[in-house]
């Protein structure tokens, strides 16, 4: 009985047989267990998005950001919140031009605030490199679009906004053309004026010139040099009022020359400063160079009969001298050295200030001389008058940037694509020069422009008609212009070439000067010059 009752168990104590679940839920579980494995992958990938940087030391921080929006394209397009605020914030800024006139400073003040607030989240936006969300922009457009509701309220309205805007727009074009005028005004004033170092030199040497009767002996006896008419040795001339500057060309030529004894420099300048110049090249050896100076009052063939430009700034200077507010813009023009200057026009009467001579190499007292300049005297020029480096590149610095062409005398003798060039290092066949008779030729287009009708100003539209079918163009590197004014130009195009000039209103002996290019022109200024170092040059 027993084992019969340990084999029959009670139905309680039975093991209970196994059932199986149906299919659909074993397929609800697995649909559960990849979409919370998809869950987990997606939080996981975003905490590594955010996960700030991390800083190991020796190395650079690292920050992972994420995909950064083009800013642009957000204020571009029309949907944006960035191009919603920008705009608000354009029209915002013009109800604050208009409250302010009408006297609404707390408006103003309270746009202006939103504004504020406008730029700062568009800032950093551009900043991080993400489109603004609505919940950012949301609370500023609300409140700008409220006090833009409040300005149309007051009567600031479309119209009277046009009308504002308008005329503070010709306001600032106007003051935008004033402003132009202005800073080439003072430019040209600042170029033409002569610093007070230069000025100080210039009186210390009139000064000993004045004191010493020995100079004023040597320097007749220097007139009468066989050199000076020598046409085996190599001519220069120079025109020019600063004594420094002067210096600085014939230093720079001669230390460049495999020969400096056989050059010989012309030197003309002013009444004011003859005796300065004159002193400067007789108590300085320029390496046994000959330098001859001459005042241009000296030159009694050059008067009112025998030069229409003479004969002009005769009659200018008698009217300006009458006085008078009418003769107010001759008078400027008169003291305007581009535009009166006799110096600078004495470019054009070479051959009777040298007679002698046969050729002959002119350079302006802004140059600065960096190649032996003898080789010029071996160029053929082919019959041409003057030999000069051309600046026409493509449509630029052609005849017509220079000429009035509208005059039936210029279009009918002058092709206007013609290529420019340059003064300031040139050299000049003045046997071919007196056999065209050029110094005619520029009498006859100075009587032509007697009213200021084919050119403006400057002496270089009266060279390109006098030399017209007369130059020789010259290799580039002879003479490399813009130092003056051109803050880029290559340094392997300034290393090659002969001659740097600082055409502009940067001089070099000037604090507007441009700090590149100055060494360039101070390394041959002689400053352990007594007179020198009295006026504080260095």
Partial sequence: MRGSEMRRRAPEYRRQSRRRLPGWIWWLVGIFLVVGLMLFVLHHNQKEQFRPPVINEGSETEEVSPEKVNFTEELLSSTSFARQLADQMTLAKAYVILAKEHGNLQLAWELSSQIRNSQRLLSQGAVSGRAITQEEAHPIITRLARLIYKAQDS???????????????????????????????????????LPKNIHCLTVKLTEEWLQNPKLRSRSEEHRNSTRLVDNNLYHFCIFSDNVLATSVVVNSTVSNA????????????????????????????????????????EFSWLNAASSSLVRRLSEMETKGSSGGLKTQEREIKFHNPKFVSLLNHLRFYIPQILPNLEKVVFLDDDVVVQKDLTQLFSIELHGNVIGAVETCLESFHRYHKYLNFSQPIISSKIDPHTCGWAFGMNIFDLIAWRKANATSLYHYWQE?????????????????LTFYGLMEPLDRRWHVLGLGYDVDIDDRLIESAAVVHYNGNMKPWLKLAIHRYKSIWERHVNFSHPHVRECMFH
């Fill in 155 to 193: 009567h600031y309205d479309i119209s009277t906004t046009m009308v504002t805007l308008k005329s503070h727009a010709l306001a600032l074009e106007e003051r935008a053309k004033a402003a132009v005028v202005q800073t080439a005004e003072f430019g040209q004033l600042a170029a033409e004026s």
């Fill in 258 to 297: 495999n020969h400096p004894q056989q050059l010989v420099f012309h030197v003309v300048t002013d009444r004011i400063n003859f005796g300065a110049m004159s002193t400067w090249f007789l108590i300085n050896d320029f390496k046994g160079c000959t330098v001859e100076v001459h005042c241009i009052e």
């Fill in 448 to 464: 032509q422009n007697a009213d200021q009708l084919l050119w403006r100003t400057g002496t270089l539209p009266a060279g390109l």
